[in-house]
């Protein structure tokens, strides 16, 4: 099974294009699969239905969420049907196998005076403060995630149209830039960013005090440091942005398809989740607005 996890992770970088942290993913779900047969004595290409639905049983025991056993069920299966293909083994075990249902949490959403108080927080009056400023005034503006975001390198981004170009996997998106956040964005790389970078290789748009790219950890630090500093009680991650971004637009009459699209999502249904907060904000507008309400 081992050789056959690498081919497997091989075609997953190289013919799906996936993000390392999607790969990673992958990598946790199918090593903790691999050791779960190990302790059953349990050889790969010999697994029926009924073993699969016994793994199911003792994630649900060990107290995995539901999301995260159909998570793992989607890499166990992608995996069989790899060596489906390959011959490696003669029936798919998954095949017949249900992923437990998933209730879709509501997200967390920052209302949008919650948002000016954390925004108003990095002052630019040195080069950490210029760059945090750009940084969430960017994250706001564009719903990134956080992996694409630090991904990004000087080359995505065009100040002079306003847009930045992200890139997903092996989808690619352009993504407008709102004023306040292209201005944030130019005082950063005009004032700040080339004094912080050590060598003028460096790629990355968004860099940390050494210079160099920043972490996923290192942005989750910033944005905690400032929801701190703003006294805001709600907890509040780089996705959490990301949901009031999408939010905000719909409740002030964005087009969901354009919604999806500048969050790069492939199905509708995932950004439909908005929908329930726009109902909100036109049961308001009603209110306030007829005669007879």
């Given at each position: 099974?081992e050789r056959q996890l690498k081919y497997f992770f091989?075609?997953?970088?190289?013919?799906?294009?996936?993000?390392?942290?999607?790969?990673?993913?992958?990598?946790?779900?199918?090593?903790?699969?691999?050791?779960?047969?190990?302790?059953?004595?349990?050889?790969?290409?010999?697994?029926?239905?009924?073993?699969?639905?016994?793994?199911?049983?003792?994630?649900?025991?060990?107290?995995?969420?539901?999301?995260?056993?159909?998570?793992?069920?989607?890499?166990?299966?992608?995996?069989?049907?790899?060596?489906?293909?390959?011959?490696?083994?003669?029936?798919?075990?998954?095949?017949?196998?249900?992923?437990?249902?998933?209730?879709?949490?509501?997200?967390?959403?920052?209302?949008?005076?919650?948002?000016?108080?954390?925004?108003?927080?990095?002052?630019?009056?040195?080069?950490?403060?210029?760059?945090?400023?750009?940084?969430?005034?960017?994250?706001?503006?564009?719903?990134?995630?956080?992996?694409?975001?630090?991904?990004?390198?000087?080359?995505?981004?065009?100040?002079?149209?306003?847009?930045?170009?992200?890139?997903?996997?092996?989808?690619?998106?352009?993504?407008?830039?709102?004023?306040?956040?292209?201005?944030?964005?130019?005082?950063?790389?005009?004032?700040?960013?080339?004094?912080?970078?050590?060598?003028?290789?460096?790629?990355?748009?968004?860099?940390?005090?050494?210079?160099?790219?920043?972490?996923?950890?290192?942005?989750?630090?910033?944005?905690?440091?400032?929801?701190?500093?703003?006294?805001?009680?709600?907890?509040?991650?780089?996705?959490?942005?990301?949901?009031?971004?999408?939010?905000?637009?719909?409740?002030?009459?964005?087009?969901?398809?354009?919604?999806?699209?500048?969050?790069?999502?492939?199905?509708?249904?995932?950004?439909?989740?908005?929908?329930?907060?726009?109902?909100?904000?036109?049961?308001?507008?009603?209110?306030?607005?007829?005669?007879?309400?």
């Amino acid at each position: 099974m081992e050789r056959q996890l690498k081919y497997f992770f091989k075609f997953l970088e190289n013919e799906r294009k996936l993000s390392q942290n999607t790969l990673q993913s992958y990598k946790r779900d199918l090593k903790q699969f691999k050791k779960y047969l190990e302790d059953c004595e349990l050889h790969y290409n010999k697994v029926k239905e009924e073993d699969i639905k016994d793994y199911i049983k003792e994630l649900q025991e060990q107290g995995k969420k539901s999301s995260s056993i159909s998570r793992c069920i989607a890499s166990i299966r992608l995996f069989y049907q790899f060596v489906l293909k390959n011959k490696k083994v003669k029936v798919d075990p998954t095949a017949n196998v249900k992923s437990p249902k998933i209730e879709k949490r509501v997200p967390s959403v920052l209302t949008s005076e919650e948002v000016e108080l954390l925004l108003d927080q990095p002052k630019d009056v040195d080069l950490k403060g210029i760059r945090d400023k750009a940084m969430l005034e960017f994250a706001y503006a564009t719903g990134m995630r956080v992996t694409e975001m630090i991904s990004l390198n000087m080359e995505d981004v065009n100040l002079e149209e306003g847009y930045v170009v992200c890139k997903h996997g092996s989808k690619q998106r352009n993504i407008p830039l709102g004023t306040m956040s292209l201005n944030a964005l130019k005082e950063y790389i005009e004032e700040a960013r080339n004094i912080l970078i050590k060598t003028e290789s460096e790629t990355a748009l968004f860099v940390n005090i050494n210079g160099t790219r920043l972490t996923r950890q290192g942005f989750w630090k910033i944005i905690k440091y400032y929801k701190e500093q703003a006294h805001i009680t709600k907890d509040i991650t780089p996705h959490v942005l990301r949901h009031s971004f999408a939010t905000h637009l719909l409740q002030n009459g964005a087009d969901l398809k354009a919604i999806q699209t500048m969050l790069g999502h492939s199905d509708i249904s995932s950004t439909q989740i908005y929908m329930q907060f726009q109902d909100d904000a036109l049961k308001n507008v009603y209110r306030k607005a007829h005669p007879r309400a």
